[in-house]
């Protein structure tokens, strides 16, 4: 009986703890964050703030280049693409001509320039070259703010513990609002700086497949070009490059 009679004043004292717990838990949650607005982030991130958001800037004008670079219409239009393929199946050589002649794309110059009967396979190859150097500018550049952004932030963050360590030795670590509080503005430019990355990384791989893709239409049109202007007879090959000298 008396061994009952402790067993139950113990699970009731176990009760009232848990029960003085959980009163207590509101108290503790209630104190909800402080909301803040952007401009409060970007101060209380410090100095280095500066440099991610201008990464950011660059980046973000970067891809808009570079996405109005290689957009359809300068590059290889849908239009001047089945055009052209419908001209090689069926041998129009002065129609081929004339599609390349109404077109500032880069397909429409590699293309004159395959159907120069005077360019050898080393000026086209040349002309080639130029063409998807222009397609590729810029991604190197792109990928270097990513990592720039990502250094920049973790910079930030090391400044902010050798800060946090600092306020260590200096109170003890008896309160640990001391250090929070350091490494809480610390990891802010962790955060813009891996945001930016992010944004660059994916932009940097979605502009580089679309560039590679263009360049490799751009080499198999032209080649297919190139193939067609090499059959044709020798007076309408003159023909073509009399005609080139006129408009020059």
């Known amino acids: 009986m008396k061994a009952s009679f402790a067993i139950r004043i113990v699970v009731a004292n176990l009760f009232w703890a848990a029960g003085s717990a959980l009163a207590a838990e509101p108290a503790v ?4 964050p402080p909301t803040r607005a952007l401009l409060d982030w970007y101060a ?33 239009p849908r239009r001047l693409r089945a055009e052209i393929e419908r001209a090689l199946a069926v041998g129009n050589r002065s129609e081929l ?12 110059r ?11 396979p080393d000026a086209i190859e ?3 070259a130029w063409e998807a150097h222009r397609l590729l500018r810029n991604l190197p550049l792109l ?4 990592n720039l952004a990502t250094m920049i932030g973790l910079l930030g963050t090391v400044l902010g513990m050798i800060d946090a360590f600092d306020r260590i030795a200096l109170v003890g670590s008896g309160d640990a609002r001391v250090v929070a509080g350091g490494i809480f ?11 930016a990355a992010i944004l660059a990384v994916a932009a940097h791989a979605w502009l580089s497949r679309r560039a590679e893709d263009t360049v490799a239409e751009l080499e198999r049109l032209t080649s297919a070009i ?5 059959s044709l007879p020798l007076g309408t090959r003159i023909e073509f490059g009399a005609a080139r000298e006129g408009r020059a």
């Open 185 to 195: 503005l610390a990891l802010i430019t962790t955060a813009a700086g891996l945001f």
């Open 29 to 32: 949650s209630d104190v909800a």
């Open 97 to 108: 001509k004339r599609l390349c002649e109404g077109s500032g794309s880069a397909l429409a």
């Open 44 to 76: 209380m991130g410090g100095g280095l703030m500066h440099g991610i958001a201008l990464c950011s800037v660059l980046i973000f004008g970067t891809i808009l280049e570079r996405a109005y670079a290689l957009r359809a219409g300068a590059t290889v």
């Open 110 to 120: 590699l293309a004159s320039r395959a159907l120069d009967p005077e360019a050898t």
């Open 226 to 230: 190139g193939q067609s202007a090499q």
């Open 143 to 146: 990928a270097a703010l990513g």
């Open 126 to 128: 040349s002309v080639g």
